[in-house]
């Protein structure tokens, strides 16, 4: 099975990559995005532009029938600029990517949302994340996987890349709390680790699929 994941070298997609270049049932892994996975180059990884992936057509369409797909594609409007921009991210490039995937014969796609995600939400950020479920609902796949992590944590010595400062502190109070209530139940439920949400993902899509 060839597998293709687009945001190979954010916090989760990155983890994504790591699983599916070991996994017995794959093949292949096409990284899609604009710079490369950070994980060690292996001949089972190939990385691609958005635009190859929707220019190569003749390439793919023969070989990507089966496929299963992984969008773990996101930003913020901190880190995107503006409120135009980080739809181009989140909505645009995602709902782009999965209807490029379902048209070159993947019928397997796991997406990762928000907690929160709602089209009809009064919060920007939840509303955007609902309009992308809707849309990538709407495109027809057979098996679509939708998740939405809470805040998410790296694995240590493979956290985010780049500095998000909301997600930080964030980090930091879910920290300072779990310092006085270690055992307190609910403590779960405010994060999610990158490299247990991607094996979740891969084990729904291609393990229990």
């Given at each position: 099975?060839?597998?293709?994941?687009?945001?190979?070298?954010?916090?989760?997609?990155?983890?994504?990559?790591?699983?599916?270049?070991?996994?017995?049932?794959?093949?292949?892994?096409?990284?899609?995005?604009?710079?490369?996975?950070?994980?060690?180059?292996?001949?089972?990884?190939?990385?691609?532009?958005?635009?190859?992936?929707?220019?190569?057509?003749?390439?793919?369409?023969?070989?990507?029938?089966?496929?299963?797909?992984?969008?773990?594609?996101?930003?913020?409007?901190?880190?995107?600029?503006?409120?135009?921009?980080?739809?181009?991210v989140d909505f645009d490039l995602v709902v782009a990517f999965a209807?490029?995937?379902?048209?070159?014969?993947?019928?397997?796609?796991?997406?990762?949302?928000?907690?929160?995600?709602?089209?009809?939400?009064?919060?920007?950020?939840?509303?955007?994340?609902?309009?992308?479920?809707?849309?990538?609902?709407?495109?027809?796949?057979?098996?679509l996987d939708i998740h939405r992590p809470a805040l998410l944590v790296?694995?240590?010595?493979?956290?985010?890349?780049?500095?998000?400062?909301?997600?930080?502190a964030a980090v930091r109070a879910v920290s300072w709390i779990e310092?006085?209530?270690?055992?307190?139940?609910?403590?779960?439920?405010?994060?999610?680790?990158?490299?247990?949400?991607?094996?979740?993902?891969?084990?729904?899509?291609?393990?229990?699929?």
């Amino acid at each position: 099975m060839i597998a293709i994941v687009a945001g190979g070298s954010g916090l989760v997609g990155s983890e994504l990559v790591r699983l599916l270049i070991t996994h017995p049932k794959v093949t292949r892994v096409i990284a899609v995005g604009r710079t490369p996975p950070a994980v060690a180059p292996t001949p089972k990884l190939e990385s691609i532009t958005f635009e190859a992936l929707s220019e190569r057509t003749e390439r793919f369409e023969s070989g990507l029938a089966g496929a299963a797909a992984f969008c773990a594609l996101g930003t913020t409007i901190r880190k995107a600029g503006s409120r135009e921009e980080f739809r181009a991210v989140d909505f645009d490039l995602v709902v782009a990517f999965a209807r490029d995937a379902h048209r070159l014969g993947v019928r397997r796609f796991s997406l990762v949302s928000a907690t929160g995600a709602d089209s009809k939400s009064f919060i920007f950020y939840n509303q955007v994340k609902g309009e992308t479920e809707a849309a990538v609902q709407g495109i027809g796949f057979e098996r679509l996987d939708i998740h939405r992590p809470a805040l998410l944590v790296g694995a240590p010595g493979r956290e985010r890349r780049e500095f998000r400062r909301g997600e930080a502190a964030a980090v930091r109070a879910v920290s300072w709390i779990e310092r006085f209530l270690p055992s307190a139940p609910w403590l779960d439920r405010l994060r999610t680790p990158a490299d247990h949400l991607a094996q979740q993902m891969v084990t729904r899509l291609l393990d229990l699929g």
